[in-house]
C-alpha cells in the first residue's frame, strides 16, 4: 500500500508537470482529507530499497498463479509506474541539456536508495548513470555521504560492466564531484544537500511532564535467580543490567561472544581508513578540502565552480529554486514546471 501511494502521486506529478500544477501543493490538499491522509506524498524520482518492489512482486506472482490476472497486472502498473517516474526525470535531463551529453559532465548526489543509509538496493542512481551512459557524457560524477567510494564504484563496475563506466567516477568530496558539471542531480534526500531548513521534529516533553505511569522503570538486578539453572532470559536480563553499571565500558561483560574476526586485507572500509589516516583525507577528494559528513553543502561555491549553462535537477525536493535562481542556478524538480 505504501509502494501504491508512492506511486499513485508520482502519476499526479507528471500531470502537474503538463499543466503547471505544483505537486506539492495537490499532494497539500490531498493530505487534508483524512482519509487519506499525508504519508507518502512526496512526489520525487520513485522508491527503492529491498522491501518495496520485492513485495509488490511477490503479489503480482500470487495473483497469476491464483488466476487472477486482473489484480496481477493492477500490482505491476505500481512497479512500472515508480521506473516510468524515474526514467521520465532522467530524459527531462537531457532534454534540459538540448538533447545531448556529449563533452559535458554531470553530477549525481546521493547514491543510497534514502538518506542517512548506505543501503543502496534497488537504488534509482545507478538505473539514472545506466541511462545516461548511453548519451555519451564526458563523465557522470557520483557522491554520497553515507556510501563507502570504494564500494560504490567497485559496484556500478559489477553491474554496467568496466567498459561501460569509463566515464563514471565517484567522489568522497561533493565539491570535487561538482567541480565543472553542467548539471547537478539530487537523487538521494540527504539533508546535506538541502538548502532550505530540514522540517523540525518537536521537542520531547520534559519527563516531569509527561504524566503518572509514564516514567522509565529503574534498572534493576535480577539476581538472586530463582533457579540455579539460567535461562536464556535470565542471561539477558543479567546482561542488561551489567553493560548500564557507572563506568562500564564493555559490550559483553559476561564474556559469552566470540571475539569479532579480522576483516580481509581487501575490505573497502579498512582501505578507506587506512588512506584518511595517511592522507587526512577521505577516500575519493581530490583536493584539500575535507567534506564533513552532515555539514550542509555551501551552494553558492558549487555554483561558482559548475559550467554555464548551470542546471540543478532536484529529484527528492529538498531545493528551493527560488534561492537557487540567486545563484545563477537553473533549477528543474519533479511536479512542477520551470518557471524561472
Known amino acids: 500500500m505504501l509502494a501504491q501511494r508512492i506511486s499513485s502521486i508520482n502519476s499526479i506529478s507528471a500531470v502537474c508537470e503538463q499543466t503547471g500544477a505544483d505537486v506539492d501543493e495537490v499532494a497539500r490538499a490531498i493530505g487534508v482529507d483524512p ?28 495473483a497469476d498463479t491464483m488466476g487472477l490476472p486482473e489484480v496481477g497486472e493492477y500490482w505491476r ?15 527531462r535531463v ?51 555521504p553515507c556510501c563507502n567510494p570504494l564500494v560504490v564504484e567497485d559496484e556500478i563496475e559489477t553491474i554496467i560492466g568496466p567498459e561501460a563506466t569509463g566515464n563514471v567516477s565517484v567522489y568522497g568530496n561533493a565539491y570535487d564531484a561538482c567541480l565543472d558539471s553542467t548539471a547537478v542531480i539530487i537523487a538521494t534526500e540527504f539533508d546535506e544537500f538541502r538548502n532550505q531548513p530540514a522540517p523540525q ?9 509527561r504524566g503518572p505511569g509514564r516514567r522509565p522503570n529503574p534498572k534493576s538486578d535480577p539476581r538472586p535467580f530463582k533457579t540455579a539453572r539460567l535461562t536464556e532470559s535470565d542471561w539477558l536480563a543479567l546482561h542488561k543490567h551489567l553493560v548500564q553499571r557507572p563506568g562500564e565500558t564493555s559490550d559483553d561483560p559476561l564474556g559469552r561472544l566470540n571475539a569479532e574476526p579480522a576483516c580481509a586485507d581487501d575490505c573497502p572500509d579498512c582501505i578507506q581508513e587506512r588512506e584518511s589516516k595517511k592522507t587526512g583525507l577521505a577516500t575519493g577528494m581530490g583536493s584539500a578540502e575535507e ?19 548551470r542546471w540543478v535537477f532536484d529529484g527528492r525536493g529538498v531545493i528551493d529554486s527560488r534561492e537557487m535562481v540567486k545563484l545563477g542556478v537553473r533549477v528543474e524538480s519533479v511536479g512542477r514546471q520551470h518557471r524561472f
Open 35 to 62: 482519509r487519506i491522509g499525508n504519508k507518502f506524498l512526496m512526489a520525487g524520482i520513485g522508491f527503492g530499497g529491498s522491501c518495496f518492489k520485492k513485495d509488490v512482486l511477490n503479489l503480482v506472482y500470487l
Open 77 to 91: 502498473q505500481v512497479v512500472k509506474m515508480n521506473d516510468y517516474a524515474r526514467d521520465r526525470f532522467t530524459n
Open 94 to 144: 537531457v532534454k534540459c541539456l538540448n538533447n545531448t551529453l556529449v563533452g559535458k559532465k554531470v553530477t549525481i548526489l546521493g547514491y543510497a536508495f534514502k538518506k542517512n543509509t548506505s543501503d543502496t538496493r534497488e537504488a534509482p542512481a545507478l538505473e539514472m548513470i545506466k541511462t545516461l551512459l548511453e548519451e555519451r557524457p564526458r563523465e557522470i560524477a557520483v557522491f554520497d
Open 201 to 209: 521534529r518537536a521537542p520531547a516533553a520534559p519527563a516531569s511532564a
Open 291 to 309: 567534506y564533513r559528513p552532515k555539514e550542509r553543502l555551501d551552494w553558492r561555491r558549487i555554483a561558482d565552480r559548475m559550467a554555464k549553462p
